[in-house]
């Protein structure tokens, strides 16, 4: 199996979970579903930009998208983290009340 | 008509033709030839007299987006900021049932011991700041869950932004003497690099720290 094939291989996987994160980021009515959709729609994009990094011929790869690779797991840990905070308080306040709407 | 169903069916079709757009864009770009920025970094690694090419161009070459990055870690931190101090730690269940006091007591210095070395090893072999900013926070999470550290986490509102004050210092500095923003002098630029990850890992590891504390009082108030 060639390296391209195999990148390719990575790099399909990663569109997969792209797709599925995508899709169930809208359907999926709870806060903290949506926020593991989300994950795995990053993990996915993770995933495509280190299989494009693996492209080069010979022994070492790409280093740039591992760099982005690198910030964005820490942003998306942060983003995460600040998801659900926003969850928390969104389910706190409903509870008391708060809320206007006579959403789900 | 059930709206969430139609809502579903349409996100189905459109995810449907996403993936096939996605499929067809990946197969298109794989058969061209790999264009890859390796032999570039390779090539101006020893101007930056550091070994990791990964942290040459976090740091380095792409410095400016790695401030940015630190500005958008300090905007979650704050946004969750609320809700820390001391509020938060008098909501906090601790120590944690599942964490046993001693053992997690004995664990702080390796944890603290491994970031540091990571951070140092980081210049000329994998590891760097962000991972020893990861393993900085889980010290922290074990100080907290364990029962060890019951107030506060100390200098919290100090630390957090001082990645970005000190990236944002050596960048005017170097704009100083170099006349380009984040221009480092290539005498120094090592030892520059080196000042910038110490504060980034610091930084890291009190952001997602708080984070967690946030998140854990917040549960813990609820419980």
Redesign the interface.
Known sequence: MTV?VA??IY??VG??L??IG??HV??LQHPLRKLVALNVFGSGIFL?LVA??A????S?????P??MV??G???A???T??G??LA??LE?ADSAGERGDAGP | MNYRRVTAALVAIISTLFAALLVATLSSLWQQPAQSLRDAVQAALPESRVGNPVTAVLLDYRGYDTLLEFAVLLLAGLAAAPVTGRAAASAMRIPSPYVDKSVGRLLIAPIVLTAASVLWVGADAPGGAFQAGAIGAAAAVVLRLSGTLVRPLPGQQLLSPMALAVFLIVGFACLAMTGAFLGYPRAAVRELILCIEIAAAVSVSMILAGLFETLYGIAGRRA
């Open positions: 391209g990148t390719l790099a399909g569109a997969v792209v797709v995508a899709y809208i359907v495509i494009g990094g492209r080069t011929p010979g070492s790869a790409d280093p740039v591992h760099a690198l910030t797991l820490v942003v840990v942060s983003a983290a600040l659900l905070v928390l308080r706190s």
